[in-house]
C-alpha cells in the first residue's frame, strides 16, 4: 500500500456536523477512499494510538478528547499522499493554518482541530492496520 495516508474525522468535526463537508475537501484534493468507518476510540485505543506522545503533557487531555465521542477513519490513496494530505488539513493550530485548509475551516482550537493525519509513511500504514484489517481496505 504506497501513497496511502490515514485520517480520523475527529470528534469535534463529528459532533459539530462536518463530515460531509470535509470528505468533500478530501475528494476535491484528488484523494481516493480506500476504507472508511464511522467508530468511537476506548480510552484503551486512544492510548494505544497516541502511545507516542504519553511523556507530553497533552497526553491525557488528547485520550480524553479522541475517546470522548465517534469519529470517522479513512485510509487514504493519492500520489505522494502524506504530504499532500498534510497541505490540506493545515497547521495544528487553526490560527495559523492557511486559508481553505480544513483546519482553517472546520477545528475550533489546537487541541479540537478537526483532523487527524498520519505525518509519515511508515505512520500511514501503521495506523491504518490499527484502524482497519486487510480485507477492509480496498
Known amino acids: 500500500m504506497s501513497?496511502?495516508?490515514f485520517?480520523?474525522?475527529?470528534?469535534?468535526a463529528v459532533a459539530d456536523g462536518h463530515i460531509g463537508?470535509?470528505?468533500?475537501k478530501i475528494a476535491e484534493a484528488g484523494f481516493k477512499l480506500k476504507a472508511m468507518k464511522l467508530t468511537q476510540?476506548?480510552?484503551a485505543d486512544a492510548k494505544k494510538f497516541y502511545?507516542?506522545?504519553a511523556k507530553r503533557p497533552f497526553y491525557g487531555e488528547l485520550v480524553d478528547f479522541m475517546s470522548s465521542g465517534p469519529i470517522v477513519a479513512a485510509v487514504l490513496e493519492k500520489e505522494n499522499a502524506v504530504e499532500d494530505f498534510r497541505k490540506l488539513i493545515g497547521a495544528t493550530n487553526p490560527?495559523?493554518?492557511a486559508e481553505g485548509t480544513i483546519r482553517k475551516m472546520f477545528a475550533r482550537s489546537v487541541g479540537e482541530n478537526a483532523v487527524h493525519g498520519s505525518d509519515s509513511d511508515e505512520n500511514a500504514l501503521i495506523e491504518a492496520?490499527?484502524?482497519f484489517s486487510g480485507r477492509e481496505i480496498f
Open 129 to 131: 492496520q490499527f484502524h
Open 21 to 24: 463537508a470535509i470528505l468533500g
Open 95 to 97: 490560527a495559523e493554518a
Open 7 to 12: 485520517t480520523m474525522i475527529k470528534p469535534d
Open 3 to 5: 501513497n496511502i495516508t
Open 41 to 43: 476510540l476506548t480510552v
Open 51 to 53: 502511545e507516542v506522545h
